[in-house]
């Protein structure tokens, strides 16, 4: 799971009556009215509060004439809190796990990039296989600003140096962690975060 998808799951849980309203869900649907009662609180309140689960994908709602009915979305739940602890645990390697020789991915990255940019700089095409394209995404962003704040404009201009298909290119720094959005803004993660090729066979 992508980061900001990580931190949005865990602002929405980061608040007491938000985490309230997910337990009482737990037992089944309850509409605005029964959780503002049982919380104690008034229904705007409940009103506010939903729309904060729901915009992070925990709960669901159904309408019924004029009432609403919240119910939560298991799957995200579950699915996110696995996603976080698989995203702080990422790079830590099994006990048993052998290093790999520096100088074996060294050559490993030379023939990757030698073989997908040009001697102009330019990426001839994205690379379908994993761990290649991996190593085309952390070539690129190596060579952007550390602590810099990006607007969306500016990274699409860095990526297009590159490649013209720089939607694609900057989804994939998100997915696998080079780089944290946050409101429209872009930030290299520190380089700990970025996915290891390295650990790919």
């Not at 089944?28 to 503002?36: I, R, S, T």
């Not at 506010?48 to 119910?71: P, V």
């Not at 050559?107 to 394209?133: C, H, M, W, Y």
């Not at 190596?142 to 500016?154: A, I, L, N």
Request: a neutral charge; aromatic letters at 10%.
């Amino acid at each position: 799971m992508q980061l900001d998808k990580v931190v949005s799951y865990h602002k929405a849980l980061a608040d007491p009556t938000r985490i309230k309203m997910l337990i009482l869900l737990a037992e089944g649907e309850l509409n605005g009215q029964v959780l503002a009662e049982k919380i104690g609180v008034t229904p705007a309140t409940i009103t506010h509060h939903a729309a904060k689960l729901r915009e992070a994908s925990l709960i669901k709602e159904r309408r019924d004439k004029n009432t609403i009915y919240f119910s939560l979305n298991h799957y995200f739940i579950k699915n996110s809190a696995t996603a976080t602890e698989n995203l702080i645990y990422q790079r830590v390697r099994p006990e048993g796990f052998p290093e790999r020789l520096e100088e074996e991915d060294q050559r490993t990255r030379d023939v990757v990039v030698n073989n997908f940019f040009t001697s102009e700089g330019k990426l001839k095409n994205i690379p379908a296989q994993l761990k290649k394209k991996l190593i085309v995404l952390t070539y690129m962003v190596s060579r952007m600003e550390k602590g810099r704040k990006y607007t969306e404009k500016e990274i699409n201009e860095f990526i297009q140096g590159y490649h013209e298909d720089f939607a694609t290119l900057r989804r994939e720094f998100i997915m696998h962690h080079f780089m944290f959005r946050d409101n429209g803004v872009y930030e290299l993660n520190p380089q700990e975060m970025w996915a290891r090729w390295e650990d790919l066979s």
